[in-house]
């Protein structure tokens, strides 16, 4: 009677064990494209990044609406705008907690102190972080903040003012992208406190949905739902990136039932996901551009414009798209995507010409060619689904015209790293924008500012220069318009880049999945993202 007993009771043990176990395993797991370059958004651009860090983890003082372009409340619950625009007064979230880890246990909720620092770190050269990890700010920098920010005044615990050397039509915009994601001061100090400031960059504390739990390079990332999330605890328990490189296995993964949902995948095989009933194919147009920038500061060749000109009427576009992107995107003829205002649809894309692009050549005295290299990224993005074939289609046309290029890539970091050092002749790289303004794509990729970070042609031209800074004061959205119209007549002229293409994004996933939305910006959040039972 007692072993009766005994073996009753263990079995209703393990029965409740398993249940508990079913409750509690709700786990999404994303089949990611690659390695994050780190866990401090401010100090990378990367969407694979930011898809790690700030897009999980952090929260900003404002946020979008998963989903929309629409600017919300985030860590600032209102703000104040002076008359003359240069004073914004923003009033705090009060209750706030950061994640508690097993490496970190705050003693105070989030406050002023933790704006300060966040920004602080990016614009002052004297603060204890400002060189720690490398100390590359290239989204802070290329958006001009250091011109921009004149002071930040901590007026009480809730209540942060910035004040600005001038108006910035953008800068509500601009706080709520990932470099202005709001870091634990108190977290800063214990690390420095213990000599281990660099462990303030690979281990994050955030306010965010999801605490960090640990990181494999190239194999995994694990994070927990955050159980006093301001917004709320998500509905998912566990969040699991699962690194997978290669498209084609990140698909098998996705049918295997090994991943709820995959980014970038090939468009070969977009039509066999359309036909499976375990899932579910969304796609909307991209915010983005895909594109060719020449290195016009270190390359002979390329700092004269009849070249450029060449070679960007030397390219096939139509090929690409019809090979690389097969049907799913469009011919960029503008640095923006025509789904952003102020696209100027009234300019003119060179023609696909071969002939005119070798009497170019011949004019700027490369009658004979020259020898180049094209550099293709190693992974999957919206606006580059195969840069390596990209890159072969473009060997080929310019082989046509006498120009004979090498292939280069490197691993996605290295490639990135080397990129904005200005080692490459030519790259293939692309943007997916990140605040819905036009001065996200114009200055953050093309302005004297952003060269040596986001402008990969390190091209800094003044007429061009002057019309974007110019819009970037303008109150008046009409007027905002026609300067960023002129803009973009001046960037086509001198050709800086090869425009190549706006794509559909397609994000498929498992059946299971509830309540999803495809981010205008390219990222994946995972916040408010449900799973069927």
Request: hydrophobic residues 40%; contains cysteine.
């Amino acid at each position: 009677m007692k072993w009766r007993t005994i073996l009753k009771t263990a079995l209703i043990a393990a029965l409740f064990s398993m249940v508990a176990l079913t409750a509690q395993a709700k786990t999404f797991v994303y089949c990611s494209e690659g390695s994050p370059e780190g866990f401090t958004p401010s100090l990378y651009t990367a969407g694979t990044t930011f898809d790690a860090s700030s897009r999980q983890i952090f929260d900003k003082l404002t946020l979008f609406e998963r989903g929309t372009t629409r600017i919300v409340p985030g860590l600032a619950t209102s703000w104040d705008v002076s008359d003359d625009g240069t004073v914004y007064t923003f009033h705090l979230r009060k209750g706030v907690k950061f994640h508690t880890t097993k490496f970190f246990t705050p003693t105070r909720d989030f406050n002023a102190d933790d704006v300060i620092f966040s920004f602080e770190r990016q614009r002052d050269p004297s603060h204890p972080y400002h060189k720690i990890s490398g100390g590359a700010y290239e989204y802070f920098n290329a958006m001009s903040m250091p011109d921009l920010i004149k002071s930040i005044v901590k007026k009480d615990d809730y209540t942060v003012v910035f004040n600005l050397t001038r108006p910035e039509a953008p800068f509500i915009a601009n706080l709520a992208m990932d470099f202005a994601s709001i870091h634990s001061a108190e977290y800063a100090d214990k690390m420095l406190a213990a000599g281990t400031p660099d462990e303030f960059d690979q281990k994050p504390i955030g306010t965010g949905p999801f605490a960090f739990v640990s990181y494999q390079k190239d194999s995994f990332i694990r994070f927990v739902a955050f159980d006093d999330y301001w917004q709320g605890r998500a509905k998912i328990d566990k969040l699991v990136f699962t690194i997978t490189p290669d498209a084609s296995v990140r698909f098998a993964k996705l049918k295997a039932g090994e991943c709820h949902l995959m980014p970038y995948p090939n468009p070969a095989d977009l039509e066999q996901m359309r036909k499976d009933p375990t899932i579910n194919l969304m796609e909307k147009e991209g915010l983005n551009v895909g594109y060719l920038a020449f290195n016009t500061q270190n390359v002979e060749a390329f700092k004269n414009i009849k070249v450029r000109q060449a070679l960007s009427m030397a390219i096939n576009k139509q090929n690409i798209i019809d090979t690389v992107f097969q049907g799913a995107g469009r011919i960029a003829k503008n640095p923006i995507p025509p789904t952003i205002w102020s696209y100027n649809d009234a300019v003119k894309d060179y023609p696909y010409d071969p002939a005119k692009a070798k009497a170019l050549l011949a004019e700027a005295g490369y009658a004979n060619g020259f020898e180049t290299n094209i550099w293709a990224m190693p992974v999957q993005r919206p606006y580059n689904p195969n840069a390596r074939r990209m890159a072969e289609i473009i060997q080929e046309d310019w082989s046509k015209v006498g120009v004979k290029a090498k292939i280069v890539t490197y691993e996605w970091g290295e490639y990135l790293k080397r990129s904005k050092a200005g080692e490459h002749e030519t790259v293939l790289l692309g943007w997916t924008g990140d605040n819905g303004d036009p001065d996200n794509f114009l200055a953050v990729l093309l302005g004297c500012d952003a060269v040596g970070s986001g402008n990969r042609a390190m091209w800094c031209y003044k007429p061009f220069e002057d019309l974007i800074q110019k819009a970037k004061i303008t109150a008046d959205p009409a007027e905002r318009t026609r300067l960023y119209e002129e803009a973009q007549v001046v960037f086509k002229e001198q050709a800086p880049w090869v425009t190549i293409a706006h794509s559909v994004v397609f994000e498929p996933m498992s059946q299971k999945v509830v309540n999803y939305k495809i981010d205008p910006f390219g990222g994946h959040i995972f916040y408010g993202v449900d799973l069927k039972e």
